[in-house]
Each structure stands twice: as C-alpha cells, then as structure tokens.
C-alpha cells in the first residue's frame, strides 16, 4: 500500500499570498493517479485537481497541481479568503485500496 | 446535475444495526462506481469500499473488510452502507462518493451522514 505522507501539516498564509502544498508518496504514483481535494468546516471535500494537473469542472486556475512519480505539489497562487480550508491529496488508480494523505490545514496569518 | 443525497444523522447504541443511505441522481447510476468514506472526528478520509451498481461487484478495504457492507439497489438508484453490530469506535461521518471507474477519483461527494454510537 502507498503512503502518501503531506507536508506542511499547518501553513499559515495572508490573502494574496501563494500557498504551497506538498504530498509524498512512499512508492512511485503510476499514470500520476493522484489527486487533490479540499475541505472547508462542515462541508464535504471537493475534487480541484486529479491527474496530479487537471482542474476539475468549476475550479479556478489560481489552483494548480504539479509533480510525478513521488513527489506532488498543489499551488494556489494568490490566496483568497475562502480558500483556507484543509487540503487531502489521495492515490488512486489500478487495484484498490485508494488511500489520502493525512491532510494540510491552510489557516489566516 | 450529478447529486449525492444521504440519509440523515443516526444515534444508536453498541450493539445495534444500522444501515445508512446514498441516492444517485441526474446520471446513469448504473455506469458508475459509488464508494464509501469515512472521517472519524477530527481526522483524515479513510476509504471503506467501493461498489459497481450495474452488477454489484464490491471490493473492500483491507481495513474494512467483514466490518460493513455496501449494497444498492439499482430500482431506487440508491447505495447502502450496513453495520450489523456498531461500535464506539464507528463513530464518524460517512460520505458516499461517484468514481468514473473502479480506482477512479471521487468526482462527486454525498453531503454526509454522522454516525454517533454512544451507550
């Protein structure tokens, strides 16, 4: 099973600011089967990116995923104020289990 | 639109069954996997299972296996997610979920449903 460990575990960021976020895998991701979602308080996640850099339908393009292989990176490049929220990326693709990240808080400064 | 909608929030003591609920709309239900997670409370997503409604084909998490069961049925284009005897520790809330293809991303969500299990 791949381990998808992410780094920071808090990021404590302004609006206007870029975030960005790191999620590595203990194994090579195949195809790039990795996936980013977000979470706000009381909500459901949402899917903003898969194939490690396609946007899903509605997300804006102040959001964007990069990396392969191992090593992962969701950008946010001008913060706004509902974007913080806490952010899981996943593995997925091929044989189950499909396994998350254990998460990065994004929080006001 | 695609739309997930659960069943509302339960309380049931150890020992009970229950059996919770995921109705698919504005799709073909039956060309798309709907699989279950779970978030036990202020913690991360931990994928339970995953279910093809067109022939009920299930695979499980290690991790969940023999601890629930997912079913659906296909006439009221809704999936299910059973317990037959709960424990404290199945506390959490439970989100149903859309995958294009077995392993697939999650592209639709269920809003969730709380599970408390509380003697």
């Known amino acids: 099973e791949i381990v998808l460990t992410q780094s920071p575990g808090t990021l404590s960021l302004s609006p206007g600011e870029r975030a960005t976020l790191s999620c590595r895998a203990s194994?090579?991701?195949?195809?790039?089967?990795l996936a980013w979602y977000q979470q706000k308080p009381g909500q459901a996640p949402r899917l903003l990116i898969y194939?490690?850099?396609s946007r899903a339908t509605g997300i804006p393009d102040r959001f964007s995923g990069s990396g392969s292989g191992t090593d992962f990176t969701l950008t946010i490049s001008r913060l706004e104020p509902e974007d913080f929220a806490v952010y899981y990326c996943?593995?997925?693709?091929?044989?189950?289990?499909?396994?998350f990240g254990q998460g990065t808080r994004l929080e006001i400064k | 639109d695609v739309q997930l909608v659960q069943s509302g929030a339960e309380v049931k003591k150890p020992g009970e069954s229950l059996k919770i609920s995921c109705k698919g709309s504005?799709?073909?239900?039956?060309?798309?996997?709907i699989g279950w997670v779970r978030q036990m409370p202020g913690k991360g997503l931990e994928w339970m299972g995953v279910?093809?409604?067109?022939?009920?084909?299930?695979r499980y998490s290690p991790s969940f296996q023999g601890q629930v069961t997912i079913s659906a049925d296909r006439s009221i284009t809704t999936a299910y997610l059973q317990w037959s005897s709960l424990r404290a520790s199945d506390t959490g809330m439970y989100y149903c979920?859309?995958?294009?293809?077995?392993?697939?991303?999650?592209?639709?969500w269920g809003q969730g449903t709380l599970v408390t299990v509380s003697s």
């Open positions: 979920v859309r995958q294009g293809s077995l392993g697939a991303y999650f592209d639709y």
């Open positions: 504005g799709y073909r239900f039956t060309t798309y996997w």
């Open positions: 279910l093809y409604p067109d022939d009920s084909d299930t």
């Open positions: 194994q090579t991701v195949s195809n790039s089967y």
């Open positions: 194939g490690a850099s």
């Open positions: 996943q593995k997925y693709g091929g044989s189950p289990p499909i396994t």
